[in-house]
């Protein structure tokens, strides 16, 4: 079965790439041609999730998933949740790990989650999934691997961030192997149907 991942973000495309079962063949935008920006107008991620898939289908009429994401921070009143790609307004992890950082300065509160939201549309019905993940803020930067805020995101029951796990570890907990697993089940029973 092949399914189009609509999204301009490589690290996500890489990441899926490595979780998601051998039976689905993914195809990126990048490999279906799609280089056009899609704005996300949506106030949640169920909204903005389900318009980058919706953007597709209308171009393509085929099975296709999306994934809205992002960082949820306690202290500063869930910010920055759906805005978490554009926090700093320039595009860089590195500016919006320095913008979380500076706003959490002096809090104690460093409780926040990583949340993933798909899309899937399947032969034009719309299907969510949601994966959640717990965890801390660290006062500095560790580790280099991942992306995003990877590096101050320490998860609940791990004295390391993500940034500083291997790819398999953070596939094995993420919000985004949890929403990945959740579509696979949906799909699997659905062929036993
Ligand atoms: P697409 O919309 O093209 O999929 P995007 O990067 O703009 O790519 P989102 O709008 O869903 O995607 O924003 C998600 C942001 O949340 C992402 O850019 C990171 O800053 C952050 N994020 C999401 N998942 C993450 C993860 O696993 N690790 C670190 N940061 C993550």
């Known amino acids: 079965m092949e399914l189009i991942f609509a999204t301009h973000n490589n690290n996500k495309v890489k990441e899926v790439a490595q979780i998601l079962p051998s039976y689905l063949s993914m ?24 318009l980058k898939a919706k953007t597709i289908f209308e171009k393509t009429g085929k099975n296709i998933f999306a994934d809205d994401s992002g960082l949820v921070i306690d ?22 790990i320095a913008k979380a950082l500076k706003e959490l300065d002096g809090k104690t509160n460093r409780k926040a989650y990583f949340i ?15 994966g959640r993940i717990d965890g801390t803020i660290s006062t500095e930067i560790l580790g280099e691997n991942g992306f995003g805020y990877d590096p101050i995101f320490i998860p609940d029951g791990f ?4 940034a ?30």
């Open 159 to 162: 004295s390391k961030s993500f």
């Open 27 to 50: 195809k990126s935008l990048t490999d279906i041609g799609f280089f056009d920006e899609i704005e996300e107008t949506g106030k949640t991620f169920e909204e903005n999730a389900l």
């Open 75 to 96: 202290a500063l009143n869930g910010a920055p949740g759906v805005y978490s790609a554009r926090y700093a307004g320039t595009g860089k992890d590195e500016d919006n």
């Open 116 to 130: 993933s939201i798909f899309c899937l549309i399947l032969n034009g019905k719309e299907y969510f999934f949601e």
């Open 164 to 193: 500083q796990m291997s790819a398999e570890e953070k596939n094995a907990i993420s919000h985004r192997a949890k929403a990945v697993e959740k579509l696979n089940n949906f799909l699997i029973n659905l062929n036993k149907n």
